[in-house]
């Protein structure tokens, strides 16, 4: 899959959206760390979004899970009486800003980043590679039905993975290699009725509809069967999931053949 022609970037790494299951991309870029492989450029939808975001504005990987490690779904969210969405999200904004620190737009950030959404106006997918960073992320985050849309310059914005939840798409042909990390397989269905439930369900059901082709778009595509079962909002478990994809990509570069070839962005001839 590689090519040999000239491309703007030698290793991309595209991130998947799954809620608190995209700690597993955490884990993921630990292990790429170690090995000596390091992105160039990095899409993300959604989790894989706020990832993207922190990653490449300079915020260590402890310090990410740290950061989430208390935390519980009121601290980000809260009920709202406005249409559009049971739940803002203003809280989740505050302290996305306040983490990621001096940088505000998305073309400022040291590692190029490119945030998909949904436009929700005109039934889109959309990339942001400029913008806000704020805003374009929680826009990526917006589960339709429980978050209210995220307005920008006039059009309204869902989560990316309403479209396209692996954004490998956006770096296919940006990059000489192409790194995709899946984190949202879908879980078995628990049976409940509430309207919530129903709603998260229908987006998981979404996200398994719309990854498959973007998986085969990658040089190595890893993906986190594991952790299924895990909530999509339960912070209480971010710890095992970022074991668990750390545990994938260090499986995952064992077997890759191109990995030395890679290992501290460097090409061997």
């Known amino acids: 899959m590689t090519s040999t022609s000239p491309k703007p970037y030698r290793i991309g790494i595209a ?6 299951k995209g700690f597993a991309h955490v884990g993921a870029l630990k292990a790429l760390e170690e090995s000596g492989i390091r992105p160039d450029a990095i899409a993300g939808v959604s989790a894989g979004a706020v990832v993207a975001a922190l990653y490449a504005a300079g915020v260590p990987l402890t310090k990410m899970i740290k950061s989430f490690t208390d935390a519980r779904f009121r601290d980000f969210c809260e009920l709202t009486v406005k249409g559009g969405g049971f739940f803002k999200i203003d809280k989740f904004k505050t302290f996305l800003r306040q983490s990621i620190g001096n940088y505000n737009d998305v073309c400022e950030l040291p590692i190029p980043v490119y945030i998909g959404a949904t436009d929700l106006d005109h039934g889109v997918a959309k990339v942001f590679d400029k ?17 209210r849309p995220v307005e920008i310059d006039g059009v309204r ?8 939840n692996m954004p490998s798409w956006i770096l296919r042909d940006k990059c000489e290699c192409l790194i995709g990390i899946n984190c949202s397989p ?24 719309n ?40 499986s995952a570069l064992k077997s890759w053949p191109l990995a030395d070839r890679y290992k501290s962005n460097q090409i061997t001839k």
């Open 15 to 20: 991130l998947s959206g799954g809620g608190a």
């Open 131 to 147: 913008g806000d960073i704020v805003e374009t992320v929680a826009a990526s985050c917006s589960i339709p039905i429980l978050f």
């Open 157 to 164: 914005y869902v989560d990316g993975g309403v479209l396209r």
């Open 186 to 209: 879908l879980p078995d269905n628990n049976q409940k009725n509430s309207v919530i439930d129903i709603a998260l369900r229908t987006y998981q059901l979404m996200l398994k509809a």
């Open 211 to 250: 990854v498959k082709d973007d998986m085969t778009l990658c040089d190595l595509a890893v993906e986190t069967p594991e952790i299924a079962s895990y909530k999509v909002f339960n912070l209480k478990e971010i710890q095992q999931v970022y074991i668990r994809g750390y545990a994938a990509m260090k």
